[in-house]
């Protein structure tokens, strides 16, 4: 059982920022980031008092996802990951596929404590993704840092983001999650922000398509799947198990084609689930998921320089922990206020019935429309109400 958390008052999930330096030039980057350190990047003191104030929210405590930009190009990250374990925070870790996550550097991590690490794959081939990820060798890079992850013991997550570039090869990216037994495939809907285009994104009835066949997929395969920045999966999922019928194209079909047979070869009996769907589940590394998250309620994302976003995607800056402690800014700043109520959420969104569960991308809203209340610009959902 999931334990229940007035997401009103404390989040459920923090992306960290350590660095937006990284050795790769992605697409899609909402950081557009640099080869070089930022010189004004929280030090290890600042990062120590960030992890207290993260605690202030009191137990349990959310979990701490590291990110960037690259975490691995701060020398301190082992000291900062050993005292957020130390203190009782549960830390997940996502970096990029390069040569920077040597076996050593994994082992190191695992002694630090992390509990999953996750590497981006966003393409089957060395053409595909290294053409996303601007830089030769990055496939190759993170399929074995895949493998070498695995070696030392620690939970693995692929994370993949969708475009106009992907959508025909998710099904393959799919098979290569199975195959090398990750815990988790989360499956991110692009965001028109940082570097990433407005033409990135797919249609509104291609996200209908790609999310109704990740239901498949985890019903099908036994894969673990969770959407980001595309809350639109919940309410299939509670649509799909209730039987009833969805509006799909030809992509969808296509997709499912090419998981068909996969059953009996690959399924496992511990896995098989929509992660923070409509109904809510849990991992069996330990790190739970809860439904209803979404930008600014159950979540937020630090800046490398402190500053306090509603999500990594939706750049407005509503404190900095330089200045103000986190728990006040999650709880008084008007913008959390904001999005934490479902209820005051426009057009289609603030009358859906799956508002509370769902309420669309406010990252992508605001990215398309400058209203982060704006409904989702990418949802073919009717509300009963309409």
């Not at 082992?107 to 590497?119: D, F, M, N, P």
């Not at 939970?155 to 290569?176: C, G, P, R, Y």
């Not at 992509?251 to 084609?257: D, G, I, R």
């Not at 979404?294 to 800056?317: A, C, K, N, Q, W």
Request: glycine share 8%; net charge positive.
């Amino acid at each position: 059982m999931l334990e229940m958390l007035d997401l009103s008052k404390r989040p459920f999930i923090i992306f960290w920022e350590l660095t937006r330096a990284c050795k790769l030039a992605c697409k899609h980057c909402r950081a557009k980031a640099q080869r070089e350190r930022h010189p004004d990047e929280l030090s290890f003191e600042e990062t120590k008092r960030v992890i207290e104030q993260i605690k202030a929210f009191g137990k349990p405590y959310p979990l701490v996802v590291i990110t960037g930009g690259d975490p691995l190009l701060r020398e301190d990250v082992f000291d900062i990951v050993k005292y957020g374990v130390s203190n009782g925070l549960r830390i997940a870790m996502a970096f990029s596929g390069t040569d920077l996550a040597t076996l050593e550097v994994l082992e190191s991590l695992k002694e630090a404590g992390v509990s999953r690490i996750a590497i981006s794959i966003d393409g089957s081939n060395e053409s595909i993704h290294d053409g996303f990820r601007g830089v030769k060798g990055t496939f190759r890079e993170s399929m074995k840092i895949l493998k070498n992850t695995r070696k030392v013991g620690i939970s693995t997550q692929i994370n993949t983001t969708v475009t106009k570039f992907n959508l025909h090869d998710l099904a393959n990216i799919a098979k290569l999650a199975i195959e090398n037994k990750v815990t988790l495939w989360d499956v991110f809907f692009v965001v028109p922000t940082g570097r990433a285009k407005i033409e990135y994104m797919p249609s509104s009835q291609e996200f209908e398509d790609i999310l109704n066949w990740l239901y498949d997929v985890s019903k099908k395969t036994g894969l673990n799947v969770k959407s980001s920045a595309a809350t639109h999966l919940r309410r299939i999922e509670l649509q799909r198990d209730a039987g009833m019928e969805m509006k799909v194209s030809e992509l969808y079909y296509e997709l499912l084609h090419q998981i068909d047979g996969l059953e009996a070869e690959l399924k496992s009996e511990s896995a098989g689930s929509i992660i923070a769907g409509g109904h809510g589940k849990s991992l069996a590394d330990g790190i739970k998921r809860m439904m209803g998250i979404t930008d600014g309620r159950g979540m937020f994302f630090i800046s490398h320089v402190g500053e306090v976003y509603p999500s990594g995607f939706l750049p407005l800056v509503a404190g900095n922990v330089r200045k103000t402690d986190l728990k006040e800014i999650y709880n008084e700043s008007q913008i959390f206020k904001d999005l934490k109520d479902p209820d005051k959420l426009k057009g289609k969104c603030g009358r859906c019935e799956h508002r509370r569960i769902c309420g669309g991308s406010r990252a992508r809203a605001y990215a398309v429309t400058s209203d982060y209340l704006a409904q989702e610009p990418r949802c073919i959902y009717t509300p009963k109400s309409c």
